[in-house]
């Protein structure tokens, strides 16, 4: 069906490959997940995704030199910038590298309609990057140790426990599930059950999860005070009671 694997990535990022068309070759290009096909898989991949990432950020730099050149044309003042941290929060899987390099340059932020343009970096990015995911997620499966079922990269204390009593018995059906999510995170964090930063724990919930774009992408990361009610704080109370012994 493709001839290489550049041509299998160009055709991800042009959205026309579903999942399973996407794991059934992964599947057929590395002999059934042989660790070392896989390895060298995702070397390949990560090489196109440089090359496609310089190309998506000199297209975003130049719409941004091009509103501020339309600015100073016009003799619209340019304002003091504000970086938009509220944005970043929509991003889950954001390209940190990307990031860094817009956060440098502020006069990037003068941008009117800031939020587009950053989802649309995002994505632009997260076909190739779904791609990225599934290999890393099946070398890890083969890399793992068979006793390593408590994802201790990111939950302490047992808290994986907790964190799946939450999730079957406590959380919301809809889009109020979200500030569940988000709710419980802060407080299993706070309370040493949780020891990643948010952003890190979005990406794994969200591998873990296999949600798809239109969900996850809805996922904001906000603050305790934003998502703490009455309610949340009955449900937590609820299940820490039942997980303490």
């Known amino acids: 069906m493709f001839s290489n694997v550049q041509e299998f990535c160009e055709e991800i990022t042009k959205g026309v490959v579903d999942q399973i068309i996407l794991e059934n070759y992964v599947e057929t290009i590395t002999n059934n997940h042989k660790i070392e096909k896989l390895k060298a898989l995702l070397e390949d991949v990560e090489v196109f995704i440089d090359v496609y990432k310089e190309g998506i950020d000199a297209d975003s730099k130049d719409e941004i030199d091009a509103e501020i050149e339309r600015r100073e044309k016009e003799g619209i003042e340019i304002p003091q910038p504000e970086f938009p941290e509220e944005v970043i929060g ?90 569940d999510i988000i709710y419980f995170y802060w407080r299993m964090y706070n309370d040493k059950y949780i020891h990643q930063r948010p952003q890190r724990f979005l990406t794994w919930f969200l591998d873990e999860s296999n949600l798809s774009i239109e ?30 012994p």
């Open 90 to 179: 929509k991003l889950i899987g954001y390209d940190q590298g990307l990031l860094a390099e817009l956060k440098s340059r502020p006069e990037g932020f003068m941008i009117i309609d800031t939020e587009r343009l950053l989802l649309s970096i995002e994505l632009k990015m997260y076909d190739i990057r779904r791609l990225q995911r599934h290999i890393h997620k099946l070398i890890a499966e083969q890399t793992r140790p068979e006793n390593d079922n408590k994802h201790e990269h990111i939950f302490a204390n047992d808290g994986l426990v907790l964190f799946k009593e939450l999730i079957n018995n406590h959380i919301e059906i809809g889009r109020g599930r979200h500030r």
């Open 215 to 244: 969900s996850d992408s809805t996922i904001q990361l906000k603050t305790l005070d934003e998502v703490k009610n009455k309610a949340r704080y009955n449900k937590y109370k609820t299940a820490l009671d039942s997980f303490k």
